[in-house]
């Protein structure tokens, strides 16, 4: 069994910066890609960014130059500083890894307002 925590989430102003973190534990024998998805209330899933196991990042249009996506292999852990935080940023945000078969966390919400 492989488990994935979340952590960081909250309440920001506009404007303000979170960090979250994933910590994968369990039966894990090597992780492949690591991701950040968000689902904002009554819309779709949406791929936030994306790290490979090289360190290869790739962003939605919608974060770039203000999110960072960064992996620390030794702990199984996947991180996502969020920066120039803005309302339409608000949503639940999910990490989800390959291992190689597919396990999400199980969400923490953000919320950016004044």
């Known amino acids: 069994q492989v488990q994935l925590v979340e952590s960081g989430g909250g309440l920001v102003q506009p404007g303000g910066s979170l960090r979250l973190s994933c910590a994968a534990s369990g039966s894990i024998f090597g992780i492949y890609t690591m991701d950040w998805y968000r689902q904002a209330p009554g819309k779709q899933r949406d791929l936030v960014a994306t790290?490979?196991?090289?360190?290869?990042?790739n962003y939605a249009d919608s974060v770039k130059g203000r999110f960072t996506i960064s992996r620390e292999n030794a702990k199984n852990t996947v991180y996502l500083q969020m920066n120039s935080l803005k309302p339409e940023d608000t949503a639940v945000y999910y990490c989800?890894?390959?291992?190689?078969?597919?396990?999400w966390g199980q969400g923490t919400q953000v919320t950016v307002s004044s």
């Open positions: 989800k890894i390959a291992a190689p078969n597919v396990y």
């Open positions: 790290i490979s196991t090289r360190g290869t990042t």
